[in-house]
């Protein structure tokens, strides 16, 4: 299964491939995100081949009107984001991917993250995380946390008061802060492979957004949790009613003590 959800993924890339430094047309859905062709183009391309080899299996993509779709039955489904990062897709930036997801009873238990300007795909399932670029596969993990400086997800200038706050205690017990960001759900990515320690993510974002990178970060050695809700402080469970996921913060090192960092921000 994990091949398949890499092919679809690829699929998916090589149908936005051609939209790449050309003119993009951008409409804006209701939530005032963006939507473009190639969005749509990736989504055909990826539920084709989902359609074609799990039938039985159904789909929830970000673009395949997911706010009407009855999901009550499901203990199985593929949760895909056609085109994740379509503002830097617009914006000419190569760090949006194609996310897919396997999710079997509300857990992500297989993801791909497949990044088509560099070629690069992230992998995990029970099997292991894996990296595939310039055509090799290794496997990945994510790395114990450094006692002197912690490599934390976040922008320096235009992280929001919560996250600014949150590196301020970090330096306050005695770490330096590297801050470091990308892209869509790379950010998740760089925690599983290893590149960075702590991501912390106030900002809105859907189940389709992390379930892929969540299934991949949990095969790597790490933990995604919500920060808020009726689920805070658990792995963020899926197929919930409101598709919206309540804050999350992801991390590497399972033995990080990071509570006291985000207390009472969010």
């Not at 055909?44 to 779709?69: F, K, R």
């Not at 590196?167 to 950010?187: C, P, Q, Y």
């Not at 804050?247 to 969010?266: C, I, K, N, Q, Y």
Request: charged share 20%; with cysteine.
């Amino acid at each position: 299964m994990l091949e398949l959800a890499l092919k679809a993924a690829r699929a998916g890339g090589d149908a936005i491939l051609p939209f790449v430094s050309q003119p993009i047309p951008t409409e804006y859905k209701s939530d005032d995100s963006p939507l473009t062709q190639a969005d749509l183009a990736s989504h055909h391309a990826i539920v084709a081949i989902l359609e074609a080899e799990t039938p039985e299996i159904p789909i929830l993509s970000e673009e395949g009107d997911p706010q009407n779709v009855d999901r009550s039955g499901w203990t199985r489904f593929w949760c895909i984001d056609p085109l994740d990062g379509t503002k830097e897709f617009v914006k000419g930036s190569g760090e949006f991917t194609v996310n897919v997801a396997l999710i079997e009873s509300g857990v992500p238990t297989m993801g791909v993250v497949h990044v088509p300007v560099k070629n690069v795909t992230y992998l995990g399932d029970a099997s292991g995380a894996f990296k595939e670029e310039n055509g090799s596969r290794r496997t990945m993990s994510t790395r114990p946390a450094p006692e002197a400086a912690l490599t934390v997800v976040a922008s320096r200038d235009h992280a929001g008061p919560e996250i600014a706050a949150c590196i301020e205690r970090i330096e306050a017990d005695g770490r330096a802060v590297e801050a470091t960001s990308m892209g869509s759900s790379l950010k998740f990515c760089l925690v599983a492979e290893g590149a960075a320690d702590f991501y912390p993510r106030t900002g809105p974002t859907m189940e389709w957004d992390t379930a892929a990178a969540h299934a991949v970060l949990n095969a790597a050695g790490g933990r995604l949790v919500a920060l808020k809700g009726e689920h805070k402080g658990e792995a963020l469970p899926y197929n919930r009613a409101n598709l919206l996921n309540p804050p999350v913060v992801a991390w590497g090192d399972p033995s990080l003590e990071w509570e006291a960092w985000l207390d009472g921000l969010v």
